[in-house]
């Protein structure tokens, strides 16, 4: 069964680094989206992405998050400059179709870590 | 304001038994759906039940949606070890983001 897969699982960074977080979409899915959860809290919807655009964004994705598909396969979540409280994980997921009745397909998550 | 609040927060049951999580919501929903997260996982989606729905069924999971309360539960009957997780019910906006409750711990003893 296809599935939304995530790399690195794992990713610890000094303060201030950048960080790209990847992320594979089912292949025939049309909408990306990111979202994070910090340890002990609720999963929070970061963005979502279709057609080379963002679609929506939460007040949480600032100017030092972006989102890019690069080439017809990879989602990438960059952060410019990382702050202690981007720890967390982050998952990407991916739909089909747009709208609320379409189920997202979440990946397994990249843990980040900002020391 | 807070959409998609699981209670209890925790519950632990032994194997064999049945779970039964709730989750109440504040606005108008198109559908609302419940995932299960193993302890440091991503999320899998479970079951989705949209809001002309009353009840729907999956396996050894139950699904109720009552509109005029704003809430549902998720059941889980005869339950396993191996159902030992995080469950969140969330709810899709127009422009299909999620927002998730805080989630409930299920621990299963076997």
């Known amino acids: 069964e296809p599935e939304v897969t995530q790399t690195p699982s794992h990713q610890v960074t000094q303060m201030g680094q950048e960080v790209i977080l990847r992320c594979v979409p089912i292949?025939?899915?049309?909408?990306f989206y990111w979202y994070r959860q910090i340890l002990g809290q609720k999963v929070e919807f970061l963005v979502s992405?279709?057609?080379?655009?963002?679609?929506?964004k939460s007040e949480i994705f600032d100017d030092q998050f972006s989102v890019e598909r690069p080439d017809g396969s990879n989602f990438t979540l960059k952060i410019r400059s990382t702050k202690l409280e981007d720890s967390a994980m982050y998952f990407c997921a991916s739909s089909r179709e747009r709208g609320p009745g379409e189920t997202q397909y979440f990946g397994p998550g990249t843990r980040l870590l900002v020391l | 304001s807070q959409q998609g609040e699981e209670d209890p927060q925790a519950l632990s049951i032994q194997e064999g038994e049945n779970a039964t999580m709730n989750c109440s919501y504040k606005t108008s929903i198109n559908n609302l759906q419940w995932y299960r997260q193993n302890s440091g996982r991503g999320l899998v989606h479970l079951i989705l039940i949209r809001s002309n729905e009353r009840e729907k069924h999956s396996g050894r999971l139950r699904v109720t949606l009552d509109t005029s309360k704003k809430s549902s539960s998720l059941l889980i009957t005869a339950s396993r070890a191996a159902d030992t997780a995080s469950y969140f019910c969330a709810t899709p906006g127009a422009n299909s983001k999620l927002t998730f409750g805080k989630g409930i711990t299920l621990s299963v003893r076997p």
């Open positions: 992405f279709y057609n080379n655009e963002i679609s929506e």
């Open positions: 292949s025939n899915h049309l909408y």
